[in-house]
């Protein structure tokens, strides 16, 4: 059972930056998918970033050029940088995992078995 754990919220205004952090509580094979998705108030948790080490990165069109994943399989470690933030880019963000590659695709929620608990994001304009 993988438990992950992210760091790294805060408040910030339009146009900042934020880097989101998610540590795995074991070894985490390159091959693994993991993912950030993020839940605003009132609305669906969506997916808005994805890798797996050999396939690359890949985003929803949301994010696409301000955010950038990427993963320290060393550290058993997930981020996202967050460039140009926007107040609609305000909620909770989680992390999450599969022991299976994301294969290019924008896997939905029930693909992944391994969530955190989230990380609180609030940008102001």
């Known amino acids: 059972q993988v438990q992950l754990v992210e760091s790294g919220g805060g408040s910030v205004q339009a146009g900042g930056s934020l880097r989101l952090s998610c540590e795995a509580s074991?070894?985490?094979?390159?091959?693994?998918?993991m993912a950030w998705f993020r839940q605003a108030p009132e609305r669906e948790r969506e997916g808005v970033a994805y890798?797996?080490?050999?396939?690359?990165?890949i985003y929803s069109d949301d994010v696409k050029g301000r955010f950038i994943i990427s993963r320290d399989n060393a550290k058993n470690t997930l981020y996202l940088q967050m460039n140009r933030l926007k107040p609609e880019d305000t909620g909770s963000y989680y992390c999450?995992?599969?022991?299976?590659?994301?294969?290019?695709?924008?896997?939905?929620?029930?693909?992944?078995?391994?969530w955190g608990q989230g990380t609180r994001v609030t940008v102001s304009s």
């Open positions: 074991e070894f985490v094979y390159a091959r693994y998918c």
């Open positions: 999450a995992a599969h022991s299976r590659s994301c294969d290019g695709t924008l896997k939905p929620i029930e693909f992944f078995p391994f």
């Open positions: 890798i797996d080490t050999f396939r690359g990165p």
